[in-house]
Structures are given as C-alpha cells and as structure tokens.
C-alpha cells in the first residue's frame, strides 16, 4: 500500500511540474506578442537607409540621430533606420543611386553632380546655407595672400565636393581660373598631413575641418567662401523612387531635421559634447562653428539660382557635360508642407 502511495505521490508532483511548465510557456508566449503596428499607405518598407557625414552643415541631423528620435518616430509603423556614413558627397551619391541609401546630406557639388549623373535622386530640402563654413587654407608660416601666388601652385581639394568650387571661385577672384593651379583630389584626413609636408601650397576644405585645422596650429585661412562669392547651399536629397514609394517616411525624417535645428539653443554642453565628438571637434569649437550655418528645410528661388551657379562652374570645368535647370529635380513639397 505504501508503494502504491509512493507512485501516486510522484505522479502528482510530475503532473504538477508539467502544468506549472506549460502555464509558463503559455505566459511567455504572451509576453512575446507581437504589437501593433500602424499601417500607412505612404510606407511600404520595414527598414529606411540614412546616409549622413561628419559636416558641420548637417548638425541638426547628428542631433536627431543621437537623440534617436527618427528611431522613435518610425517605430510605431515598424520601421527602423540604418545608418550609413560617409567621408564625402561623392560616395554619397553612388550609395543612393545603387539604393544602399535612401536619403543623404550633402554639398552643392555633389548634389547636382549626382541628380544628372544618375537620375535618381532628387532634391527634397535645404540643409543649410553655409558659405563660411567653406575656406582656403595654406600653411602658419605661409605668405600666400592672394591668387596670383597660387598659379602654378599644387592645390589640394576634395574634387567633386563643395570644396572644389571653392578652389575655382578663389582663382577666379583675382582674374585666374581652376585651370591656373596644379589640382589634387584628396580625403578630408589627407588635408593637416598633406600641409605639414608641404607638399601643396593650399588646400580647400569645409567645416568642421577648417576650425580643427586652423585651430590646431596646422593650417591658417587664407580665404572664406562668402569672400570669392561662394553660397555653400548644403540639400538633403533622396533616391526619387523611394520618395515616391514612402512619402510619410520622407515626411517623418524631415519634420525630425526641423526638429534638429530648433533644438539647437536648447542643447545642453552633454549634448553639445556628442555632436562635437562626431565631428572630432571640442565642445567649445562646435559651438562656435554652428554659428557659421543658417539651418533650414524650405528650398528658396535663391536656393535654386545658387545650386544653378554650381551646375554653370561644372559645366565649365568640364566636369558635366550639358547645363540643366537643377528644378527639374527638386520636389519641395515635402519641407513646405512640415514648415505648415
């Protein structure tokens, strides 16, 4: 009798452990449930791709990346973002015409470059307009102080870049042209390096690699962009196809840039702090180069005519081989409707 009450007593207990398992499970599968995720006609991808790189000129977008709120904004319709970071326009513009990127911040060079060249991107907003962002450097102990010393003379510059106007903006204001100067295509890590040998007489950069150089005893200015008449009109572009596909995304990542530059006199030195560290720059120096920048969305008739300029410099250069009304690939709808 005493057997049989050892058995009954087992079974009990493994039936209650099997019944305290399963319970458990079915406990866990509800924790595990699935929310709900908004559906919206104007999205159609789970995951969109962000194209950004360490200039001054997209600081409300470092913003909202570190505060992650294009994150939170899109999660509701279960989407995340990706990140893709770039040294430069250029590469930039091959990423979003292969669709690795499906929207980008970029310089004047670079955007209108990349809408012909590819015919996939369009322009969707300003960025920022940033004409002393844009400088000439020649080394501390330089005596270059004018054009007529650069002929002949090895330039160093990002070509294909904003930058790369510069350099033919500055030669053409003392009577010479981009043809007058010996030009080199570097990155923007090659600049300190290549100056500190010597081995060009001037290079041509953008923010926040002009305050780092110059600031660091490597380099002094020897011209800005608004003294050679250089606008730095600085868009946020987007693969076309993308747009057309997803416009409340396109909507959404706009509203969070906006959202960016109006945070800008709120920023605490934390925060400061982690913009300047993605631009390798102290908290004290992005502070001060932020003030070079005038941050908008909403794309001017002057913003056109300047980005029209561009195409006129690269035409001329040879560097595109036909003139084009840079408004046939704008579509500013999206920043005006955000600026209601």
């Known amino acids: 009798m005493k057997k049989y009450s050892r058995i009954l007593v087992a079974l009990l207990i493994f039936c209650m452990s099997v019944t305290g398992f399963v319970s458990c499970g079915k406990h866990k599968e509800a924790e595990e449930e699935p929310i709900d995720v908004i559906t919206d006609p104007g999205i159609n991808v789970t995951e969109v791709k962000i194209a950004i790189q360490p200039s001054a000129a997209f600081i409300p977008l470092y913003v909202a990346k570190n505060a992650g709120w294009i994150e939170e904004a899109l999660a509701p ?47 969707i907003a300003i960025a920022a307009q940033a004409a002393r962002s844009y400088a000439m450097l020649v080394a501390p102990d330089s005596d270059v102080t004018e054009p007529s010393q650069l002929v002949g003379a090895t330039v160093a510059t990002v070509v294909g870049s904003t930058s790369h106007n510069m350099v033919d903006k500055y ?43 110059s600031g660091g005893g490597v380099a002094k200015i020897l011209s800005e962009g ?12 987007a693969n076309k196809e993308f747009v057309d596909n997803n416009p409340t995304i396109t909507k959404i990542i706009l509203e969070q840039y906006k959202r960016g530059a109006e945070a800008l006199p709120t920023l605490s030195d934390e925060e400061w702090g982690d913009v300047g560290s993605d631009l390798s720059v102290t908290t004290s120096q992005i502070k ?53």
């Open 288 to 340: 001060e180069i932020v003030k070079k920048f005038d941050y908008t969305i909403v794309i001017s008739e002057k913003d056109m005519d300047d980005l029209n300029d561009t195409i006129d410099f690269l035409v001329r250069i040879g560097n595109l081989p036909e003139d084009f009304d840079i408004r046939d690939y704008t579509d500013g709808s999206f920043a005006d409707e955000v600026m209601k």
């Open 226 to 237: 608004p003294d050679v008449g250089l606008a730095g009109t600085n868009a946020i572009v």
């Open 171 to 213: 030669m053409r204001s003392g009577g010479f042209t981009i043809d007058d100067v010996q030009l080199v295509s570097i990155t923007t890590g090659d600049a300190a390096d290549m100056l500190r040998k010597g081995e060009v007489k001037a290079v041509s950069i953008w923010e926040p690699n002009v305050t780092r150089l």
């Open 77 to 123: 319709y279960g989407v995340t973002v990706k990140w893709n970071t770039f040294s430069a326009g250029p590469p930039m513009n091959d990423s979003l015409a292969m669709g690795e990127s499906d929207f980008g911040v970029i310089g004047d060079v670079p955007t209108v470059s990349g809408v012909f060249n590819t015919g996939k991107t369009e322009v």
